[in-house]
């Protein structure tokens, strides 16, 4: 098992350009989350997914939008980029029942830098 | 706003010295206090979790000390070791289910040999 992988690990956008963050789990979790870590911050919920097609707003939403048409995936986008979500983001998907419901298992991140 | 503080930012701790973290709460509907461990470069990882009826949980050299009362955990590390450097950040559950965590800004530990 790969476990939840992401993509891409690093990227660089100028401000107002998009793009897509993309996660994937294969550990059949029905729960998946997005985080930005900031230093100083910890981890922000961004936005959460408890199924296939439903999505909630977390913490700090705003400039930020998820889809999720396949349970193994959950993607971030960012439509008009901001120098203020510079930050490193981590996906973490959960089971929803089972002994390990409580624990979130996390990606390896992928650090994004706004110019 | 932030609804789980966490004390200190930094710590440096001599190899075989206890490492201590504090965290402190206002939500009393918060019903599991996990801890995160992540090393530089990788996602965090689940280290130990206690819930709130219960006064200490021991894993190893990992203890969560709980006072539900003073609305605070903690996190001891003891015979701390260099490689036990990272950052740990401790959480805690809201009653909105979901599993959806809120974390602590995090604790710098690094173990001098």
């Known amino acids: 098992n790969a476990g939840v992988t992401q993509t891409p690990k690093f990227r660089v956008l100028k401000t107002g350009q998009s793009m897509t963050l993309l996660c994937a789990q294969d550990?059949?979790?029905?729960?998946m989350y997005w985080y930005r870590q900031d230093p100083g911050m910890g981890l922000r919920l961004i936005h959460y997914?408890?199924?296939?097609?439903?999505?909630a707003k977390g913490e700090v939403p705003d400039g930020y939008n998820v889809s999720r048409l396949k349970k193994q995936n959950f993607l971030l986008g960012l439509e008009s980029a901001a120098p203020s979500q510079t930050s490193v983001y981590f996906c973490?998907?959960?089971?929803?029942?089972?002994?390990?419901?409580?624990?979130?298992?996390f990606g390896p991140g992928t650090r994004l830098l706004v110019l | 706003q932030q609804q789980v503080k966490q004390s200190p930012q930094s710590l440096i701790v001599q190899k075989g010295g206890i490492s201590i973290i504090n965290c402190a709460y206002e939500?009393?509907?918060?019903?599991?206090f996990p801890w995160y461990q992540q090393f530089p470069g990788k996602g965090p990882a689940l280290l130990i979790a206690?819930?709130?009826?219960?006064s200490e949980k021991k894993e190893g050299r990992f203890t969560i000390s709980f006072n539900k009362s003073a609305k605070q955990f903690s996190l001891h590390i003891m015979d701390s070791q260099p490689g036990d450097s990272a950052t740990y950040f401790c959480?805690?559950?809201?009653?909105?289910?979901?599993?959806?965590?809120?974390f602590g800004a995090g604790t710098r530990l690094a173990v001098h040999p």
């Open positions: 959480a805690a559950r809201g009653a909105g289910g979901y599993n959806k965590l809120i």
């Open positions: 997914s408890v199924g296939e097609g439903t999505t």
């Open positions: 939500n009393t509907a918060f019903d599991y």
């Open positions: 973490a998907s959960t089971p929803s029942r089972g002994g390990a419901q409580e624990t979130q298992y």
């Open positions: 550990m059949n979790h029905e729960y």
């Open positions: 206690i819930r709130p009826d219960v």
